[in-house]
């Protein structure tokens, strides 16, 4: 491989690292699956034990609300009889989870924070206090 | 989305509007449902230690509560509205005769952390979580004590001890009781007033919560908060443990002072369990 080549590699791995590393940066990174699954993945991670006030109402509805209801028709259908999506707090325990899981969590931003996929291209950053800002996130990539 | 009518709770309101003197736990099926919380003094039985008080930073101003729980309501997104949507998985369970409603209260409690996670719900055994801490024995108890046994030990799925017998306390199954531990939980306040506004608080963050009440000796898992005026005038709708033959679908609604728990953890944080 040429130089030039190993550069550009080099720098596409240095960009992909500070994008997608524990707590990393806080951009979206068009063009690259942060969750390695197909169909629609959408994880949440966030920590329960200091949650600001203004993300409860948008984590409320993706736990169990109007937006579970969008993720549960939208989302990939997993071989656990669930549906990809997932709301973790920082402490939770993984081991028992498919590597795609863990692999992805692994990657999470600083809480609270979003990481959608849809097996080609996502997004990876924070949550946003709106929940029509979050629909409309989910639903650029559901398409 | 698949809605309850809106006066599904009139039989719930109207069971539990008697005087605490007039409760009476049904007989459903021949058999009459027992309750189990045994009065606490903490001063013989104080606070486990480890467990971490419900941090003030997370209760709701007084005054941004009705609002919350509008939105709340505008939302769906109550665990009554989970429960509803979870095809039965989080169905009340049922403590039949047995004086064991402070392990069913936060087992359940347990399930609706999976729940909101979106981890694969497992129908988990409070019959083990009693019977280990009891020794199989048909007695008392707290929510606390049972979540501190859900931290500390777990439990396995309800089809690995089914019922209440100690052929049940095998290394496997206590190994299985370990893939779901409960990671994390909060204790409520001395106060009174200050443990109620925990609890509104916790409920309008979504979570579920273990309540002990005196008034009635019994324990349940609470699932929403569904009107406020005040810490002393609310109303928190319960998903007890007596089947879903009983109160309406299993759910059982607390008005005012009655509403107000004597003593109130709240698990939030469970391992991620394989189906």
Redesign the interface.
């Known amino acids: 491989m040429r130089l030039i080549n190993k550069v550009i590699v080099a720098g596409f791995i240095a960009i992909a690292l500070i994008h997608f590393g524990p707590h990393g940066g806080t951009m979206p990174f068009p063009g690259v699956s942060p969750i390695d699954h197909k169909g629609l993945c959408v994880l949440v991670n966030y920590e329960t034990n200091n949650l600001p006030q203004e993300y409860v109402s948008v984590v409320n509805s993706i736990q169990s609300g109007d937006l579970s209801v969008w993720l549960d028709s939208k989302c990939a259908k997993l071989e656990d009889g669930t549906t990809a999506h997932r709301v973790w707090d920082e402490n939770v325990d993984l081991t028992q989870q498919p590597k795609f899981w863990q692999d992805a969590f692994a990657k999470r931003q600083q809480p609270p924070a979003i990481m959608i996929s849809n097996g080609r291209k996502g997004f990876s950053g924070p949550l946003p206090k709106d929940k029509a800002e979050v629909q409309a996130l989910l639903e650029k990539y559901a398409r | 989305?698949p809605l309850l009518p809106s006066n599904l709770f009139k039989r719930a309101n109207a069971y539990l509007d008697k005087d605490a003197d007039d409760f009476v736990p049904p007989v459903i099926d021949g058999v009459k449902m027992g309750l189990g919380l045994s009065a606490r003094d903490m001063r013989t039985d104080p606070r486990a230690e480890g467990l971490e008080e419900y941090?003030d930073?997370?209760l709701?101003p007084e005054a941004?509560i009705k609002g919350?729980l509008a939105?709340?309501i505008a939302?769906?997104?109550?665990?009554f509205?989970?429960r509803e949507?979870s095809n039965g998985q989080l169905d009340s369970l049922n403590q039949s005769h047995y004086g064991l409603c402070w392990a069913f209260s936060s087992t359940k409690a347990a399930m609706y952390a999976e729940?909101?996670?979106?981890?694969?719900i497992t129908k988990l055994s409070p019959w083990y979580v009693a019977g280990m801490i009891k020794g199989w024995r048909d007695e008392g108890g707290w929510g606390e004590a049972s979540t501190k046994f859900l931290l500390e030990q777990g439990a396995p799925k309800y089809e690995s001890c089914p019922d209440y017998s100690k052929k049940y306390a095998t290394a496997e199954v206590a190994a299985e009781a370990k893939?779901n531990?409960l990671?994390?939980a909060w204790i409520g306040s001395g106060d009174k007033e200050k443990r109620c506004h925990q609890m509104v608080s916790n409920f309008?963050?979504?979570?579920s919560g273990v309540l002990d009440l005196n008034w009635m000796g019994h324990s349940m898992s609470g699932c929403r908060l569904v009107s406020f005026t005040s810490f002393r005038k609310l109303e928190v709708d319960t998903d007890n443990s007596w089947g879903m033959g009983s109160g309406v679908k299993g759910l059982y609604r607390l008005v005012d002072s009655k509403a107000m728990p004597d003593d109130l953890v709240m698990p939030?944080?469970i391992?991620?369990?394989?189906?």
């Open positions: 989305m941090p930073d997370l709701i941004d919350m939105e709340q939302n769906h997104a109550s665990l509205e989970l949507r729940a909101v996670a979106g981890n694969p893939k531990l990671l994390e309008l963050r979504g979570n939030r944080v391992t991620a369990a394989g189906k």
